[in-house]
């Protein structure tokens, strides 16, 4: 088995394991452990466990890896393997007990995401992707939709936790809204991303994702035939996340730039933003 493979095998494995931890961990008390960028960016003690989880299994399979987690300190490993994890990707819905978050992990190999499973542990659903080798979801190939008008295009978002920042998004999703079929605000980058891979949702748009939120689910949405990229042909990043399928990457891009998606200089980010 090639290493990517390896690799990819052993995330989902420690997906679920960790999803186990995070339902069971729902059916008790939740409360906020703490708080980060604003008063309603929260961690769980269950975020905290479930990272904690993650990084003793992959570490323990692979003591000379690296390994970034949201909601831990950085480890630089000495293999050429970099393990990039959210441990529970919507957390707010986590909290108010919807439906609608995962567990993330991917593993860059030489600085190129390279494997990545992302699991929804409620419903069970598991996506996978190795780089080169299409994405599955629980074993079968997935791919983008065939939209190719964004009039007709479903059109997944999400908001930074700064009310700032948000005004500003609202703002622009406001002028996207009469241009395409519909807007939706799930809760989970990582299952939007998912969603534009199987087909669920023909295209996805946020500013501000960090690179737990984008690292295992846009290698999903790529190997799924997705174009995922910033403004400009820039890589997708902190500053803007573009998914679509190739036909219509390019029309919904004029359209963003038209809805001021592309306005907003990174300096003018409260908080800095790194990529
Ligand atoms: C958040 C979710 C949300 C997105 C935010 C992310 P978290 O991640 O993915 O949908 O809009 O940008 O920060 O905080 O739940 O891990």
Known sequence: MSLARELM???????TEAG?????????????????????????AVDVASEQLIRRRLLTARPCDGFVGEEG?????????EWVVDPIDGTVNFLYGIAQFAVCIAAR????????????????EMFTAVKGQGALSDG??????????????????????SAEVREHQAAE???????????????????????????????YV?????????????????EAGARVEGMHGAA????????????????????LISSGFADWPLTQWPNGCRS
Do not use: Q
């Open 9 to 15: 095998s052993l995330a989902a494995v420690v997906a």
């Open 73 to 81: 300190d950085d480890i630089s490993g000495s293999s050429g393997v």
């Open 20 to 44: 186990a931890l995070v339902v069971a961990g729902k059916s008790e008390t939740l409360e906020v452990a703490a708080t980060k960028s604003s008063r309603t960016d929260v961690v769980t």
């Open 236 to 255: 997708a990043g902190e500053r803007l996340v573009v998914a679509a399928g190739p036909g219509l990457f390019d029309l919904l891009h004029e359209l």
């Open 173 to 203: 999703v406001a002028r996207l809204l009469p241009v395409v079929r519909d807007i939706r605000r799930m809760g989970s980058a990582a299952l939007d991303l998912c969603a534009v891979a199987s087909g669920r949702l023909d295209a």
């Open 140 to 161: 079968r190939p997935i791919s983008v939709s065939e939209c190719v008008e964004p009039a007709l295009a479903l059109v997944g978002t999400g908001f930074s936790y």
């Open 109 to 124: 190999i030489e600085g190129v995401v390279t494997a990545a499973a992302v699991h929804n542990p409620v419903t069970g």
């Open 206 to 222: 946020e500013r501000g994702l960090k690179p737990w939120d984008l690292a295992a689910a846009g290698l999903i949405a790529a």
